[in-house]
């Protein structure tokens, strides 16, 4: 269960883990570490990133995940389209949904947008739990987007 202190504590350690650099490969490797190894009860953590018009695997941690996803597919492709977090409870009752790993029940995708308005990619994080995330959970991890958006700030064009 995240509370405000420990969602405070969290948000402070991965802006603290992410200061050293603006490269954002290296900080959304980080960031997938830290997120994956700090939230409870997750298999999967990580990045695709808008290439091309489609959305191209990145760092993450959990099992190897499918490479590309269309923008019409799947969890990742609606954030994406839509510009908006999407979070699923029970993702064998979301059209569409893409099972990287058999094991995911439920997952949160966030869109990365840029303060210009660019779409960079999504951060997707996935639970074996039914319904794992609530709206504490879904705050934090808009608030690691944030800092993960507010890291690169200069080198958007590299991610
Ligand atoms: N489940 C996602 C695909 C990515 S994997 O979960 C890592 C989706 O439906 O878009």
Redesign the pocket.
């Known amino acids: 269960m995240i509370t405000p202190d420990s969602a405070d504590s969290l948000s402070n350690q991965a802006r603290a883990l992410l200061a050293g650099t603006q490269d954002p490969i290296a900080n959304a490797a980080n960031l997938s570490a830290f997120i994956f190894q700090n939230i409870p009860l997750l298999n ?1 953590a ?1 990045f ?1 990133r808008l290439v091309d018009g489609r ?1 191209l ?1 990145g760092p ?1 941690q ?2 190897f ?2 490479v590309e ?1 269309a923008l019409d ?7 994406a389209r839509e510009r908006k977090t999407q979070v ?1 409870g029970d ?1 064998l009752s ?1 059209p ?6 058999a094991a ?1 029940r439920s ?1 949160i ?1 966030v869109p990365l947008i840029t303060q210009e308005g660019r779409l960079l990619g ?1 951060l ?1 994080i ?1 639970s074996p739990v039914a319904d794992r995330f609530q709206p504490t959970d879904v705050e934090l991890m808009e608030e690691f987007a944030a800092i993960f958006l507010a890291s690169i700030s200069d080198k958007t064009e590299s991610f």
Do not use: M, T
Not at 73 to 79: M, N, S, T
Not at 96 to 101: E, M, R
């Open positions: 999967w990580g695709y959305l695997l993450f959990g099992k995940a499918c996803i597919k799947g969890v990742c492709g609606k954030a699923v993702v979301f569409g949904h893409i099972a990287c790993d995911s997952e995708v999504v997707d996935d």
